[in-house]
Structure formats: structure tokens, C-alpha cells
């Protein structure tokens, strides 16, 4: 089932709670800037529209709504849509477009691929929610000029790996491609594929993610996890994504396996993860792959 518009809410933290978290509009304390050639300014709230870039993927950000100004900046002061577009559309044919949409969302709304648009959504209060969660989980993160880098270059692991995820969504519908095993769990999987491969600033993508998942679990009474929801439980995300991680160099990242978010006898098994999501993903895009 593709993560689409208008699917039931759910405990899982993709489907992002709207929390009432008292310090995040003070704690995204960014300033209005111009995001290059293929933006318009940030301060101007008409609809800024990049140029697609090959591949046939495009970011457009939407006027904000309320408090989403702060995440519209975020967003395109960052480029981090376009970073992700770029990045896929130079390695992937596409036979059709895909629109990543950066807009305000209702309250039952998230960040999604919808099949029927051949949209990707992603909201601004996304941005405004990660980051104030990262400001409480880092005590004194938006205190200082260091803290909030730290909780800024949080925020921003996480919308590029929530890119990446719904991307592999459409990838699936766009590619047809065959898809065994639960897509939720596959679109993570294609996360950390295109991720780790980057260097550190993938591995701290995907670290970054796992910490979001370990805290919505933290969040989350037992009794409120859906084990019928199409995503696996924030705490089973969360030790995924790190035993990926440790998986793609086992003695560069032994503190991963804290007995906790990851098991030693997981971690056993974690090598053998990473070089199998690394062969399927391979597979399925060998004969889309633009050879260059």
C-alpha cells in the first residue's frame, strides 16, 4: 500500500504527531534568505518553483500558512529537496515527473507520496515539529549558537531521509517495480541504500532518523502501537536504521549496538541486512540507471 493522502492516522511516527511542543516556533529561529537560482526568495510567500532537474523531479514550495513560515524557510534556505532531487535524478531514469511539494498541511495531513498526483508532500509543520523535539530531547539545544546548529542539522537529517523514503514510494509506482515484504519497511530500506553510501553526512541522516523513531517510541504508550499499521513500530524503525548503519561498516560503528535500540544479537545479523537491501535496490534499478 503507497503512504498516500488521506490514510488513517496512526501511532507511527511517520504519520507525525502534532504535538504542542512549547519551544519550537522560538526554537526555529531562522532568518528570511534567498535559496539560489532555482528558488525565489524565501521572504516572498507567491509560490516559489524550482526548475525540474534531470530526472524529471521538481520542488515547488507553496505560500505558508500560519506558523508555517519558519518551516518554508527552513526548507528552501537548506535546499534540501532540491539536494534530494538532484541526487536521485542523476542516477535514475524517470518516465514520468515527480513533484515534490513543500506546503502547509491540515491536521490530517503528512508528509506522503500520492499516486494519484505524482505528488510528494511534505509540510511545514513537519519541519517546526522535528525541530522542537530535537530542542527538548538535546536540553539547552536552542539556547546557543552550537545547540542549534546541532538540533538544525537534526531536523534537516531527518526531512532528507522522509525524502528519500517517499521517494522510493514513487519510485515503485512510477518503475512498476516488484516489491515483496511490507513497501513501509522497503522505502526505509531504500533510505539507508541511497544514504549511507554518501559518506557521514548519509550515516547521520539515517542516525538522525533512528533517534526521531527512538523518541516518537518513547512518546508512545504500548497500548496506543497499531500492529496492524502498514509502517513497523517506531522502536523496530529505530533499530533498523541503525543495524543498516553498523551493517555497512561493523568496526567503524561499534557503539551502534547498545544492547537496547540494537542487540549484539542483532548486530549479528546486521552485515547480511545491508548487502541484501543492497542487492535487491540494486537489481530493481539496474535497467533505470542513468550509467553516468
Known amino acids: 500500500m503507497l503512504h498516500h493522502a488521506g490514510g488513517r492516522s496512526g501511532p507511527a511516527g511517520r504519520r507525525r504527531r502534532r504535538r504542542a511542543l512549547g519551544r519550537a516556533l522560538a526554537a526555529l529561529a531562522v ?4 535559496a539560489g537560482a532555482t528558488a525565489a526568495c524565501v521572504g516572498d510567500e507567491s509560490q516559489a518553483a524550482a526548475s525540474p532537474t534531470s530526472g524529471g523531479l521538481s520542488v515547488s514550495y507553496e505560500p505558508a500558512k500560519g506558523d508555517g ?10 535546499r534540501i529537496a532540491e539536494r534530494v532531487a538532484r541526487a536521485v535524478g542523476e542516477r535514475v531514469r524517470l518516465p514520468s515527473d515527480i513533484k515534490i511539494v513543500a506546503k502547509s498541511c491540515g491536521d490530517s495531513e503528512q508528509d506522503v507520496y500520492d499516486a494519484e498526483t505524482g505528488r510528494i508532500v511534505i509540510c511545514y509543520g513537519t519541519v517546526t515539529e522535528l525541530h522542537g523535539m530535537f530542542a ?24 532528507t531521509e522522509t525524502l528519500y ?20 519497511d522497503v522505502a526505509d530500506q531504500f533510505a539507508a541504500y541511497s544514504l549511507i553510501p554518501q559518506g557521514p553526512s548519509g550515516v547521520a541522516a539515517v542516525l538522525d532518523a ?4 527512538s523518541l516518537y517510541a518513547r512518546d508512545t504508550s504500548p497500548e496506543d502501537i497499531d500492529f496492524s499499521d502498514e509502517h513497523s513500530p517506531d522502536a523496530v524503525r529505530a ?8 551493517g555497512s561498516a561493523p568496526a567503524r560503528h561499534k557503539k551502534l549496538v547498545d544492547g537496547e535500540t540494537l542487540t549484539k544479537e542483532r548486530a549479528e545479523l546486521c552485515e547480511g541486512e545491508y548487502q541484501d537491501l543492497r542487492r535487491g535496490w540494486d537489481a530493481l534499478l539496474e535497467p533505470y540507471r542513468t550509467h553516468r
Do not use: Q
Not at 513560515?69 to 534556505?77: I, P
Not at 527538548?136 to 526531512?159: F, I, P, W
Not at 519510485?171 to 516489491?179: G, Y
Open 210 to 213: 533512528a533517534e526521531s523513531y
Open 31 to 34: 532568518v528570511g534568505v534567498c
Open 69 to 78: 513560515a519558519k518551516g518554508r524557510t527552513f526548507l528552501m534556505e537548506r
Open 136 to 159: 527538548e530531547a538535546h536540553s539547552g539545544g536552542a539556547d546557543d549558537a552550537n545547540g542549534r546548529r546541532v538540533v538544525d542539522a537534526k531536523t534537516d537529517g531527518v526531512l
Open 239 to 246: 533499530a533498523n536504521y541503525r543495524c543498516y548503519v553498523y
Open 165 to 184: 523514503h517517499e521517494i522510493a514510494h514513487a519510485l515503485k509506482d512510477k518503475l512498476r517495480l516488484p516489491v515483496t515484504g511490507r513497501e513501509e
